[in-house]
């Protein structure tokens, strides 16, 4: 391994590729990295690891220089799984080389993490791994025991992994959400707001649901922001002064701050997201997420009293909108909710992962 000067900058390669769970909690801590140094002054360069075609070509842009490798999930059969390992080691091979320059590695979890880790390890590199759900992820029980760190955003998942280290930090979100910000779209200040969120793949399923509760809703008074996706045919349908339909929202800690209330999948980002903005949610878990992942994050905010979850098999557009009705007209079980939120959200999460990276490396 190439040991880098006491007079250059810490390297860390992050890796993190596919959906907004993983890529915002990472952008979060790479973004505080590179503004405010190291614990003894010097500066952090920071590169990133992803898969093309992915949303990190989107979102990491020209921020930090981006290394693509062929890493892939095990689906389509056989010849799937084969493609899947022959990705594996090339990946691997790929992190091992790259990894030659860094001080160390900060992964979100998913497939990527896993070259990123067994290099890492074959280079005596530390590796600093978040899991942001209840239900760590097959590659976070696997390979969370060969990194020097395992973060964990719900202190209910260190007792569902192995790992020689585990820390609870929750999970970073980004900083517009840690203070109060305005909201741009052109809703009157004393009306209940809905917020629909289907996560940022979408939801086209609740979003065919809300529609059906439209009408009820607007009848008492409440506004509705509906964050449909890019892949609802029927978005755009429907026309009110009380209806906002957007396939996607740049200011959602706005959006949550004003809302009344959310309808959300439980996604760890989301839910966090909402727990920091103090968000009364209904909750409707992905049903086809990984091992129901979704379900397990839900569990924690239902069991605080912060939301209620509801199985989108089980839900009926009727009940939805009775559900919300209820909720709208008892201001005083939204206000425990809001109270539940707060009590679960971590707000320091960027602290607490910047100082446990910082901590796996040693001062030079």
Known sequence: MTLASSSSPYRLLVAASGTGGHLFPALAIAERLATQGSRDGMPWTIEWLGVHDRMETELVGDRYPLHYVPVSGLQGGLIGAVKALIGLGLSIWQCYRLLDRFDAVLTTGGYIAAPAILAARLRGLPTILHESNALPGKVTRVCGRWCHTLAVGFAEAADRVEAPRVIHVGTPVRAEFLTPIGLDLAIPDDVPVIAVMGGSQGAVAVNQMVRQCLPRWFEAGAWVVHLTGENDPDAGSITHEQYISLPFYHNIAGLLQRSTL???????????????????????PFPFAAEDHQFYNGEIFVEAGAARMYRQADLKADQLAIEVLDLLNHPETLAQMRQAMATLAVTDSVDRLVHAIETAIPSR
């Open 262 to 284: 959310a309808i959300s999948r439980a996604g760890a980002g989301a839910v966090t997201e909402l727990s920091v903005s103090g968000t009364p949610a209904i909750l409707i």
